[in-house]
């Protein structure tokens, strides 16, 4: 079956896109289950020689330069499930004429399963997208990049223009119009009501009918999508380090950025970054050692380690490595617990995510960027944001409701309670996942 996303972006559709593909690959379909995000910016279809047939994938830089009805026809053309995400303000800066885009939504709505994805904090979306419109990423993918991103928005703090705050809530209200108007959504996703037991909300899909078994993340994997989902988001928790150290977080941050890691931290194996690995085992002559840390890498003699530097010039990815040791420094004792327990069947699931990456079924889950307790924390008129969207509410009642702090401060601390509940007893898949896993599943 395909699947559509509708989304505004900001309310956690880019995750649900990809774990329902990822999830799709688990069982068993009488054709590939590929992810394609965004196929109003453009699409191609090309050969698979892993799947031995064409899918549609995007091999040019994301643009409006194609004609809604190629699009159309591309996806005709090719024989697999897909599972896809168009955003509004995608769609609005392309300004198609209505007809153009009447039979672009009219083939969606015919031939794919239509989730809604929504907030019920619109407030907090509206923050979100405050902070995104600042540092540019309304998505990270990896712990390097989060950390680099928003380290010093945690130390010097943002503020938010109250009329770009205004911007983002017409926007969300556009955006609830132009489902209503286009579209025939199946099933609505809302981040609050969903987030904390997503593999429910998607494993309860009839995507998933027919299924002999529904297979959980943790049957796969060996650790259950949440308490994955935790090591992804606390492998670069910035947030909680400003939080618990707001006299001495700007120290901590110089700390992180330049200083040379101390030794101990060698031990936590999962600061060492995925690409640095394989690139250093491609390159490793066969007499050399296989590494899997960053300790393995530290140990080995000088000559191999000067030729990774000055030879095959992959050292330089030991940056991030640093930036990941020097957090982990940082990071409270409960915290390196969890991650380290976890830390095996994290990077499994890592490494079947990125085998699947590699065949072009699907793209990397983005990582959490900021709680609600973060966000307020950056935000330096976050009190007069509350006030612009408790205003601009009043007006359009049927979109949300107004916020209160007691209500905020209810809402974040249970998030951060569900953050921090952090289990450390890891248990261990028996068999491992195959190299088979992403195309046929047993």
């Known amino acids: 079956m395909n699947?559509?996303?509708?989304?505004?972006?900001?309310?956690?559709?880019?995750?649900?896109?990809?774990?329902?593909?990822?999830?799709?690959?688990?069982?068993?379909?009488?054709?590939?289950?590929?992810?394609?995000?965004?196929?109003?910016?453009?699409?191609?279809?090309?050969?698979?020689?892993?799947?031995?047939?064409?899918?549609?994938?995007?091999?040019?830089?994301?643009?409006?330069?194609?004609?809604l009805s190629e699009v159309v026809d591309l996806f005709r053309s090719v024989d697999h499930y897909t599972v896809s995400k168009i955003t509004y303000y995608t769609m609005k800066h392309r300004q198609d004429s209505i007809d153009k885009l009447v039979p672009f939504y009219q083939y969606f709505n015919d031939n794919f399963f239509v989730i809604a994805c929504r907030r019920e904090n619109v407030f907090e979306h509206a923050l979100s997208w405050g902070i995104s419109k600042i540092s540019k990423a309304k998505n990270v993918y990896n712990h390097q990049e989060k950390i680099l991103t928003f380290i010093d928005f945690y130390r010097d703090g943002v503020e938010i223009d109250p009329q770009s705050l205004v911007d983002t809530l017409e926007d969300y209200k556009e955006y609830l119009q132009w489902t209503s108007d286009h579209f025939s959504p199946a099933s609505y996703y809302y981040y609050e009501k969903n987030i904390f037991d997503i593999e429910k909300y998607i494993l309860s899909l009839p995507i998933f009918n027919g299924q002999a078994c529904k297979k959980t993340w943790k049957e796969v994997f060996g650790i259950s999508f949440n308490d994955w989902n935790k090591c992804h988001f606390l492998a670069s928790d910035i947030g909680s380090i400003a939080l618990n150290n707001p006299d001495t977080f700007a120290q901590i941050v110089s700390h992180i950025k330049n200083d040379q890691p101390v030794d101990n931290t060698a031990e936590l194996s999962w600061t060492m970054p995925r690409e640095f690995v394989s690139a250093y085992n491609e390159v490793a002559d066969p007499s050399w050692p296989q590494i899997q840390s960053v300790k393995e890498f530290e140990s080995l003699p000088e000559y191999i380690k000067k030729e990774c530097r000055d030879l095959h010039n992959i050292t330089h990815k030991l940056g991030a490595v640093d930036l990941h040791r020097n957090l982990a420094t940082n990071l409270d004792s409960k915290r390196q617990q969890f991650l380290s327990a976890h830390a095996d069947n994290y990077l499994k699931a890592v490494a079947a995510i990125e085998q699947m990456a590699h065949l072009d079924?699907?793209?990397?889950?983005?990582?959490?960027?900021?709680?609600?307790?973060?966000?307020?924390?950056?935000?330096?008129?976050?009190?007069?944001?509350?006030?612009?969207?408790?205003?601009?509410i009043q007006q359009n009642p049927s979109i949300g409701s107004m916020v209160t702090s007691d209500q905020l401060s209810l809402a974040s601390e249970t998030e951060q309670k569900f953050w921090n509940t952090l289990d450390t007893v890891s248990t261990h898949l028996e068999s491992s996942v195959n190299g088979q896993l992403a195309i046929s599943p047993d």
């Open 361 to 392: 079924l699907v793209e990397n889950p983005p990582i959490k960027k900021q709680t609600l307790a973060e966000k307020k924390l950056i935000v330096k008129n976050f009190d007069q944001c509350m006030q612009v969207y408790n205003t601009w």
């Open 3 to 67: 699947v559509l996303l509708l989304s505004p972006d900001g309310v956690g559709g880019t995750l649900l896109e990809r774990l329902i593909t990822i999830y799709m690959q688990f069982h068993k379909y009488d054709k590939p289950v590929i992810n394609l995000s965004h196929p109003e910016g453009g699409i191609e279809s090309y050969f698979s020689p892993e799947l031995n047939q064409c899918i549609l994938g995007h091999k040019q830089k994301f643009g409006f330069y194609q004609d």
